[in-house]
């Protein structure tokens, strides 16, 4: 069937989805999936002034706010700095974020996303 206008996605979009996938496919236990809430946090939105989760990020992908990958690669590091500034070395949080920056960021290698740059043709 013919996609009207409105279900076309951009094809940064369709890019940026895959590799949001891939991403959330790191985080198992899904402590990334939704802002971090203050009542489970004490003082969270007091330490951290620009809070990121891969929710929000959809929703940015969704509302077409991303212009590039390099913007959707940095609001990926602020999520993962983020819980490693609020979070103490040693806490699963610091761990799991730390693990996840390195082993997603390693997807996000030119190496990687050359095949899938044929995408945005
Ligand atoms: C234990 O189950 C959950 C479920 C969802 C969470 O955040 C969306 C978190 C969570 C995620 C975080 C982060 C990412 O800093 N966190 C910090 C302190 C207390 N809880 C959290 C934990």
């Known amino acids: 069937c013919v996609l009207k206008a409105s279900q076309k996605r951009r094809p940064l979009s369709r890019l940026l989805e895959q590799l949001l996938r891939n991403l959330e496919k790191r985080d198992p236990h899904q402590f990334f999936a939704w802002p971090v809430n203050d ?11 620009r809070p990121m989760d891969f929710s929000s990020i959809k929703q940015k992908i969704d509302e077409n706010e991303y212009r590039s990958l390099n913007c959707f690669i940095s609001d990926f590091k602020l999520m993962c700095n983020n819980a490693m500034k609020y979070n103490k070395p040693g806490t699963v949080y610091h761990k799991a974020a730390k693990r996840l920056l390195h082993s997603g960021l390693k997807q996000l290698t ?3 996303l050359r095949p899938l740059g044929d995408m945005l043709t």
Not at 39 to 49: D, L, R, T
């Open 39 to 49: 009542n489970f946090a004490p003082n969270y939105s007091v330490i951290i002034k």
């Open 110 to 112: 030119p190496q990687k």
